[in-house]
């Protein structure tokens, strides 16, 4: 009996999702309004729980794409996985103003190359103080405060050993859940209320998924606005981390 | 019909993939470079020239409003298959790594807001995704 339900529920991934994450969106909003109020975005508890349901998910795995580890709820894994996050980020263009997109050129560009510059000198910082010296660790750990795509991306082109590899990963993870969980509560502080800080949000942050979560539960007319800066990060990351900087890492450190 | 908003999404997304992978190869990086950002364009400029035309109907938008309004859930399910073990396994150096990086960039954010005008901005009120009024079809 139970054995049918699991199996229903296994061949039916993407649909088993949706009602996952329905009662999720549920629960979040009647927690948002019950215990805070309102003060805290349903949205951002939402996020909360997904990422506590990911970390029970990794821990029964051992796997690395948390609760869409577990058989049952693969379908969490295509429902949030690249191709229909960066399809509803499209779409939510529908209702965006084109005049405020023109704008984004010059300043896109600055906050996108601080936005590579800054973390990896961050990154090589904190490498650093925990007692590594040789550029190619301090570029791998570098990148991956870029994102967590870059990191192992230069970490391979260069070659960096594997418990490099995963330190470089697990700070560009802690670094995109950290924009997702405190985007929200920066946002007035920091103006990101407008389109064109979203763009110079977008592209100084850069991690996609940390934009797209931190911009979900704070105002969703402006993920347009952030995808456009967040969209290019990761790729100019992966141009400048194995080549200039590690070059110039390699002239400081070498 | 609504597929048709929904195939105009489709068609803006995979131009936007396409030409996205081909600037990576074109560069020579591992990475889809602005694949996003050339949909979100693309889109934008069909949207204004259909609905120019009289052409995107009511159901029309409905398949774009859909797909934006499960923009939210989706990124929860994106939250729920994050690698959340491996950042909590990285340790202090990860950890201080990612922090100090996120802090040191939200200051950043208000002085690269000061480079260049300051008149063109103006705040979007917070609400749900909504189509622009003037978007509505004949």
């Not at chain 2, 729920?80 to 200051?107: D, E, H, S, W």
Request: with cysteine; aromatic share 8%.
């Amino acid at each position: 009996m139970l054995e049918v339900v699991f199996n229903s529920l296994m061949n039916n991934g993407l649909i088993t999702a949706f009602a996952v994450i329905g009662i999720t969106m549920y629960i979040s909003h009647f927690i948002s309004s019950r215990f805070t109020k309102g003060r805290v975005h349903g949205s951002a508890i939402a996020i909360l729980i997904g990422l506590v349901l990911a970390y029970f998910g990794g821990l029964n795995t051992g796997g690395e794409k948390g609760l869409a580890d577990i058989t049952m709820f693969s379908g969490i894994g295509l429902m949030g996985g690249g191709m229909l996050r960066d399809f509803a980020i499209v779409a939510t263009v529908f209702g965006a103003r084109f005049e405020e997109l023109k704008k984004v050129g010059l300043i896109g560009l600055i906050s996108l190359l601080v936005g590579t510059v800054v973390p990896f000198i961050v990154g090589v910082t904190v490498a650093l103080a925990f007692g590594y010296n040789d550029p190619v660790s301090l570029t791998t750990i570098g990148a991956g405060a870029i994102t967590y795509i870059v990191g192992p991306v230069t970490g391979a082109a260069i070659g960096a050993n594997s418990t490099v590899m995963a330190l470089s990963i697990a700070a560009g993870v802690i670094k995109s859940i950290t924009v997702m969980l405190t985007t929200p509560y920066m946002a007035k502080f920091v103006g990101l209320t407008n389109p064109r800080t979203a763009v110079i949000f977008g592209g100084a942050m850069g991690t996609a998924s940390g934009v797209a979560g931190g911009l979900a539960a704070t105002n969703p007319k402006l993920v347009p606005y952030g995808a456009m800066g967040a969209t290019f990060h990761t790729g100019i990351g992966c141009l400048l981390c194995p080549s200039v900087l590690f070059l110039v890492t390699k002239f400081i450190f070498g | 019909m609504v597929i048709y908003g929904v195939a105009l999404l489709s068609f803006a997304y995979l131009a936007g993939q396409i030409l996205g992978d081909l600037l990576g190869k074109l560069i020579g990086v591992k990475a889809n470079v602005g694949g996003v950002g050339i949909s979100i364009f693309l889109l934008l400029l069909l949207i204004e020239y259909f609905t120019k035309k009289g052409k995107l109907n009511i159901p029309s938008q409905e398949g774009l409003k859909f797909w934006g309004a499960m923009y939210i859930p989706i990124v929860v399910a994106m939250a729920a298959q994050q690698n959340v073990m491996a950042a909590v396994k990285g340790g202090p150096l990860a950890l201080l790594a990612g922090v100090i990086t996120v802090i040191i960039m939200f200051l950043l954010i208000p002085l690269l807001d000061k480079v260049g005008k300051k008149e063109d901005r103006h705040d979007l009120e917070e609400e749900l995704i909504e189509p622009n009024l003037e978007l509505k079809a004949k």
